[in-house]
């Protein structure tokens, strides 16, 4: 009975817990990199440029773990990790930007499974940002399902079924960028994966 008791006390924490992390994980990762130019650059956006993966040393990248948790503790939880790759800092529409492709992934974790495993690629697309403006402004491109198809059969490519996991950045992204007047847009030589973003006219100093 006791035993009981502590389950459903686990099932309960797990419902309150996903319904605090309700916020959307793009949301937050916005607002940790607006934190960042506030609290770590004095509010210098050009301090973004100066960011690099620990990883990757050569990446400029903008990480968000644990931007959304779920799922039941212990016996099955989650985490949605974002990861945003600074791909281009230009001029569009007489406004300074900063253009990130940014994937989401969620890792699911099984019984008493520490660290969580089996990651998997649930959306990338492009996100820029000025801060010309009064205050930050994002846009935010839409997700492509075809892109992702794309993105995670390249990076399956030559391992068994039981190993199918997918992460972003997987480290062989070959990714080419083009602006064109308002519009944007990033395509990964590997998988083909192309993504796009236009940059609305009525933004502008």
């Known amino acids: 009975m006791r035993r009981l008791q502590i389950i459903v006390l686990l099932i309960f924490a797990g419902l309150i817990a996903g319904c605090s992390s309700a916020t959307k994980p793009l949301s937050r990762w916005q607002t940790s990199v607006e934190s960042y130019i506030i609290k770590q650059a004095g509010g210098n956006y050009n301090a973004l440029r100066n960011v690099n993966s620990k990883d990757r040393p050569s990446q400029k990248s903008f990480r968000l773990i644990n931007a959304k948790s779920g799922g039941i503790p212990i016996i099955a939880s989650s985490q949605t990790d974002v990861n945003g790759l600074l791909l281009a800092h230009c001029t569009i529409n007489g406004n300074n930007w900063y253009i990130f492709l940014v994937g989401t992934v969620k890792y699911d974790g099984k019984f008493k499974n520490i660290p969580l495993d089996d990651p998997c690629v649930k959306d990338v697309r492009l996100i820029a940002l000025t801060g010309d403006l009064d205050s930050p402004v994002w846009v935010v491109g839409s997700s492509n399902d075809t892109a992702l198809d794309q993105y995670r059969i390249q990076q399956t490519k030559g391992r068994s079924k039981r190993n199918s996991n997918s992460t972003f950045p997987s480290g062989y992204e ?13 395509v990964d030589q590997q998988s083909q994966a192309q993504w796009t973003l236009s940059i609305p006219a009525e933004i502008m100093n």
């Open 174 to 186: 070959a990714l080419e960028l083009a602006i064109t007047d308002q519009q944007i847009t990033v």
